[in-house]
Structures are given as structure tokens and as C-alpha cells.
């Protein structure tokens, strides 16, 4: 699976959207991106996915470059409840791999009131 | 449709005991994952678990731990002879489709203390 960069940490205020940006130049064509948070304690919560589309769902959205070199995670409304880790994963997904997830270091972003 | 549940959430055992942690997936889901998080430390793959089977134990450390996932009941993963480096969150995953195209679904976690 490709490897992928992201800032340590981030700051945004409440209400305005987060930005999260996540860096992957060695993806291959059959690599999604996933994106999962970790709020403190708890377990991985799942976000949202992609291939080369935007995606968008009830949680946030997903921005992927054309080249699909990089991408951008937008939580539209930050609250204090989406302070948390969130980490950018790039893997292969087809019927024949059984591939785990592999967590890096991921963002720890800060909601401030 | 419960998440998947792990039990207990914390457990404490002292040097030299056996930790038996337990996860049972949602329901419709044969595939579990066990994950591993020091302290202060990201998330880190043990092993992987069809229905009786073992698919991927590439992160299983080589003694002293061990995964199943019978046909019926939970999913367990079991430590023997724990030691303090053991001390650590578990968390257990769980799909459909072992993540083909689907997202895992994780469950809250157990928290080991040894003593």
C-alpha cells in the first residue's frame, strides 16, 4: 500500500470548516483513499472513501486531485465533538487481496471554541 | 444493528496471568481484524480472521499470542503469560467482505493493565 503524509496537527475554530490534507505521489491506480478518525479513547470511526471521484456523505467530504497525488478530507462544520486523530489510508481493495488497514500517524486536529 | 462489541472493556492481570479478549462483529460481518495500540502510539495490525479461519497473522508477535474465530460465538484473542509490555488498548474490526470495497467497522476497544 502507497505511503501518505499528513501535518502532526491541525487547529480549527468551531464552525468553520476543517481542512485536513493528506499526501500520497506513490498511489497506483487500484489504491483507494480512506479516511477514518480516532477520537481519544475510542475506537477508529470510518469516514468516507474514495477512487479518483469527490466523494461527499453525512460526515464530510472528499477531495482528490486529478493526478491523485493528494487529497483533501472537509469536515464543512467543525464541532468540538470531531476533535480527534484522523488518519489518511491508501490501500488496494479487490476480491482477491485481503488487505488490513495500515494506520500512520494521522492529524490531530483541534476543534477551539 | 449493535456495533461490534467488544468485552471486557478494561482488564487488569498481573504478570504471568492469561488475558482472554473477546469481540463479537456485527451481525452479517465474517471477517475480524485485531489491532494493537500502545500508548501514546498509533494503531498497529495483529491478525486477521475468517470464520475459523486465519488469513493474515503477519502482525501476531510469535509467542505467547494467539487469535480464533469459531464457527459460532465471539471472535478471542488470548495472551499467555502476560508481560507489562503487554499493557496496551485492543481493538477488534470487523466487515462483510473483508474490506473489499466496504468500510471496518471497530468496536471500543479493551483496555489491558498488567501488573
Known amino acids: 500500500d502507497a505511503k501518505t503524509t499528513q501535518p502532526p496537527s491541525m487547529d480549527c475554530a468551531e464552525g468553520r470548516a476543517a481542512n485536513l490534507p493528506c499526501n500520497h505521489s506513490?498511489?497506483?491506480?487500484?489504491?483507494?483513499v480512506y479516511w477514518y478518525r480516532q477520537i481519544h479513547s475510542q475506537g477508529p470511526q470510518y469516514i468516507i472513501h474514495?477512487?479518483?471521484n469527490n466523494e461527499t456523505n453525512e460526515m464530510a467530504s472528499l477531495i482528490i486531485t486529478e493526478d491523485r497525488k493528494s487529497s483533501t478530507l472537509i469536515l464543512p462544520h467543525a464541532t468540538l465533538r470531531d476533535t480527534a486523530v484522523y488518519y489518511c489510508?491508501?490501500?488496494?481493495?479487490?476480491?482477491?487481496?485481503?488487505?488490513?488497514?495500515?494506520f500512520g500517524s494521522g492529524t490531530q486536529l483541534t476543534v477551539l471554541p | 444493528n449493535a456495533g461490534v462489541m467488544q468485552n471486557p472493556r478494561h482488564l487488569v492481570r498481573r504478570r504471568g496471568q492469561e488475558a482472554r479478549l473477546r469481540c463479537s462483529p456485527m451481525?452479517?460481518?465474517?471477517?475480524v481484524y485485531w489491532y494493537r495500540q500502545l500508548p501514546e502510539e498509533g494503531l498497529k495490525f495483529m491478525v486477521y480472521?475468517?470464520?475459523?479461519?486465519?488469513?493474515?497473522e503477519s502482525g501476531m508477535p510469535k509467542e505467547r499470542f494467539s487469535a480464533e474465530f469459531p464457527k459460532e460465538g465471539p471472535s478471542i484473542l488470548r495472551i499467555q503469560q502476560v508481560v507489562r509490555g503487554d499493557s496496551a488498548a485492543y481493538f477488534c474490526?470487523?466487515?462483510?467482505?473483508?474490506?473489499?470495497?466496504?468500510?471496518?467497522?471497530f468496536g471500543q476497544g479493551t483496555r489491558l493493565t498488567v501488573v
Open positions: 474490526a470487523s466487515s462483510p467482505r473483508g474490506m473489499v470495497d466496504t468500510e471496518a467497522f
Open positions: 506513490t498511489i497506483s491506480g487500484n489504491e483507494y
Open positions: 474514495g477512487l479518483k
Open positions: 489510508i491508501v490501500r488496494v481493495v479487490s476480491s482477491g487481496s485481503a488487505r488490513q488497514l495500515t
Open positions: 451481525k452479517g460481518h465474517s471477517h
Open positions: 480472521l475468517q470464520k475459523e479461519n486465519i488469513i493474515d
